[in-house]
């Protein structure tokens, strides 16, 4: 049996968010409402996807994850984000790595995405990221009509229109981002 979410607008729950979440939609000037943008509080100990999913009823399609990446060029590190539908992976070593112009891209050290991004490992998500970094979206997220990210913490998650994700400072849509994940 599935338990249900009980969605608010994040605006008026902003304690339910990592600080800078919380930050970035107390300055939400996206062409999306601000109210549209909601949250529900949810079992920390339900937070990765697979088991969020099927503890809250939701489809993996409805769901997105964002993960981040250090690409890497001439002993440079860059850091940036790639959100995309739970039923593909990011294309890391191909698409993202050239968009980048890195030599080599691969996931960040679980403690560098936490200390860099101020949010906690398993809520990561696109809203909040620091000033500067890429936020790559597949194009299938972004026409998404709502999808469900990480609010920054393991004990809630945003429910958030695709088009509000798109506009978010250093974000770029791409094609083809996320690749199908083909079952075991």
Same mark, same amino acid.
């Given at each position: 049996?599935?338990?249900?979410?009980?969605?608010?607008? %994040? *605006?008026?729950?902003?304690? =339910?968010?990592? &600080?800078? +979440?919380?930050?970035?939609? $107390?300055?939400?000037?996206? /062409?999306?409402?601000? &109210?549209?943008?909601?949250?529900?509080?949810?079992?920390?100990?339900?937070?990765?996807?697979?088991?969020?999913?099927?503890?809250? !009823? *939701?489809? =993996?399609?409805? /769901?997105?994850?964002? +993960?981040? *990446? %250090?690409?890497?060029? !001439?002993?440079? *590190?860059?850091?940036?984000?790639?959100?995309?539908?739970?039923?593909?992976?990011?294309?890391?070593?191909?698409?993202?790595?050239?968009?980048?112009? %890195?030599?080599? $891209?691969?996931? $960040?050290?679980?403690?560098?995405?936490?200390? &860099?991004?101020?949010?906690?490992?398993?809520?990561? #998500?696109?809203? #909040?990221?620091?000033? !500067?970094?890429?936020?790559?979206?597949?194009?299938?997220? $972004?026409?998404?009509?709502?999808?469900?990210?990480?609010?920054?913490?393991?004990? /809630?998650?945003?429910? +958030?229109? #695709?088009?509000?994700?798109?506009?978010?400072?250093?974000?770029? +849509?791409?094609? #083809? =981002?996320?690749?199908?994940?083909?079952? /075991?």
């Amino acid at each position: 049996m599935t338990e249900p979410l009980r969605f608010a607008p %994040a *605006i008026d729950h902003l304690d =339910l968010l990592a &600080e800078p +979440v919380a930050a970035a939609i $107390a300055a939400w000037k996206g /062409s999306v409402p601000v &109210e549209e943008l909601a949250v529900a509080e949810i079992d920390p100990a339900a937070a990765d996807t697979a088991e969020f999913c099927a503890r809250y !009823g *939701i489809g =993996l399609d409805e /769901s997105a994850n964002c +993960v981040i *990446i %250090a690409a890497k060029r !001439g002993g440079e *590190i860059r850091l940036a984000a790639c959100l995309v539908l739970a039923t593909t992976r990011a294309d890391v070593n191909n698409l993202v790595r050239r968009h980048l112009g %890195a030599r080599k $891209a691969s996931f $960040a050290p679980m403690d560098v995405a936490v200390r &860099e991004t101020g949010m906690e490992y398993g809520g990561i #998500g696109p809203i #909040g990221l620091p000033d !500067g970094w890429p936020i790559l979206i597949d194009a299938a997220v $972004a026409a998404a009509p709502r999808v469900i990210v990480g609010s920054g913490v393991r004990r /809630s998650k945003l429910l +958030v229109p #695709g088009r509000a994700l798109a506009d978010l400072p250093g974000a770029e +849509v791409l094609e #083809g =981002l996320g690749v199908p994940v083909t079952p /075991s």
